[in-house]
Structure formats: C-alpha cells, structure tokens
C-alpha cells in the first residue's frame, strides 16, 4: 500500500516537472561563489570553454562587497574595486 503510494506521488511530480513550462532561471541562482557557477547553463562541451579559469581567492570569502554578500573566485580584485566606486 505504502510502495504504490510512494510511487504514485514520484509518477505526479514526474510529469509535473517534464510537460510544466517554466521561464529558464539564471546561470547562478544561488549566488554561489564557486568557479562552476560561473560557467554559463547548459555548460559547453569543453566546461571553461577551453580556458582555465583564474582564481583570485578561497571559495567561501564572504564579504560586503556592493549589492552581494560573496566574493566570487574568478572575479579579480581590479573589478571589486571598480564596484566599490
């Protein structure tokens, strides 16, 4: 009884999702700091598109920085300083 149940609210939710149409979200909805975010969705074939990325700093510097709570890894310290003014 509780395995059909289970299985017919997993069937639900599944065609819910395939056959809703929902507007396409940001490449980072997260606000996420780490390099993978900063890869466009769906990622190319060759991830970075072929370049490696820089890394300016650990992924979880958290900090007042402009409109974000969050330094992001691949932004370099040039264009935090633009932001600031």
Not at 22 to 38: I, K
């Amino acid at each position: 009884m509780w395995t059909v149940g289970a299985q017919l609210v997993f069937a639900v939710n599944f065609l819910r999702a395939l056959l809703g149409r929902r507007e396409p979200m940001e490449n980072n909805p997260w606000g996420a700091t780490t390099l993978e975010w900063s890869v466009a969705s769906p990622a190319p074939e060759a991830n970075f598109g072929g370049v490696t990325p820089t890394v300016y700093r650990g992924a979880y510097e958290f900090l007042d920085v402009g409109n974000g709570d969050f330094l992001a890894q691949h932004v370099p310290p040039e264009a935090l300083a633009a932001e600031k003014g």
